[in-house]
């Protein structure tokens, strides 16, 4: 669901300037908290150009049109996103941002891992030809954890729960939850 407000309009942080989507898949995204509201920021740096593979030229350098955000799945219950451009249509050699944020605080409820795939749409001038390639990011996930109690809970040695790798497939970090 995507989530329309007034009130929260982000800004793309500065400190990213070489063409890419911040944080990158080592840093994540930050946990979130039982009763605590989330709102982060995704930078979006789209490069000027870019090199693609053409038939009967090889690699040759082309030009951003734009980038796309399509769509934010998986997110938690009451989670949405905004972004600055408005319509989610970052052009070539710009920034701008996407901002996820909670209506409701998380509950008890809501605690877990929330792996999230994000469509987008890169369009690249081939020849004069726009030219649109979709693409998933899968590699974001959100933990909403409960921020009562500080330290180890209590081992029960009668049992034990593996549960699935994230991402997966794996591309360079993963996550094992027990």
Do not use: H, M, W
């Amino acid at each position: 669901a995507i989530l329309f407000s007034g009130y929260s309009q982000c800004v793309p942080d500065p400190q990213f300037t070489i063409g890419g989507i911040y944080p990158d898949s080592a840093s994540n995204l930050p946990t979130a908290y039982v009763g605590v509201a989330y709102d982060e920021v995704i930078t979006v740096v789209v490069p000027l150009d870019t090199i693609v593979e053409i038939p009967f030229f090889g690699p040759t350098l082309v030009p951003f049109v734009d980038i796309t955000l399509d769509n934010v799945n998986g997110l938690p219950p009451n989670f949405g996103y905004t972004c600055s451009p408005s319509n989610c249509v970052f052009l070539g050699d710009s920034e701008g941002c996407v901002n996820l944020t909670s209506s409701v605080n998380p509950t008890a409820s809501d605690i877990g891992v929330y792996p999230l795939t994000i469509d987008v749409t890169a369009t690249v001038d081939v020849l004069g030809t726009p030219t649109p390639q979709s693409q998933t990011i899968d590699y974001y996930f959100i933990e909403i954890v409960d921020q009562g109690g500080v330290g180890i809970g209590t081992y029960n040695s009668e049992s034990f729960e593996l549960k699935t790798i994230f991402p997966n497939p794996v591309v360079d970090n993963s996550r094992i939850q027990f």
